[in-house]
Nanobody
């Protein structure tokens, strides 16, 4: 059974940083693309960042490009999202996701329970 568990969310001031982590219990973790999505109150879930199975290809939403960095450690079955220069509009529940194909679409196979990120102005 696949399980994704996010951690690292919290309250931070504008301009601050947070590092989200996602622990994946997937036997074949290294063949999955991993991604981060977020959902703000009253809004649809949106794509944030994705990384391919080997970790050498990443892609970001324009809204977070140059501020967020996604990475993975296949030896530890972990994926990370380093978030810098945070803005109030980054406030959302952040979800870790896994999928064989990946991409910016929302229909990924496996999802975590989410972790709240709140950026105060």
């Amino acid at each position: 059974q696949v399980q994704l568990v996010e951690s690292g969310g919290g309250l931070v001031q504008t301009g601050g940083s947070l590092r989200l982590s996602c622990a994946a219990s997937i036997r074949t973790f290294s063949v999955y693309a991993m991604g981060w999505f977020r959902q703000a109150p009253g809004k649809e879930r949106e794509f944030v960042a994705t990384i391919n199975w080997s970790g050498d290809i990443t892609y970001y939403a324009d809204s977070v490009k140059a501020r967020f960095t996604i990475s993975r450690d296949n030896a530890k079955n972990m994926v990370y999202l380093e978030m810098n220069s945070l803005k109030p509009e980054d406030t959302a529940v952040y979800y870790c996701a896994a999928d064989r194909i990946g991409g910016t679409r929302r229909e990924w196979t496996f999802w975590g329970q989410g972790t709240q990120v709140t950026v105060s102005s």
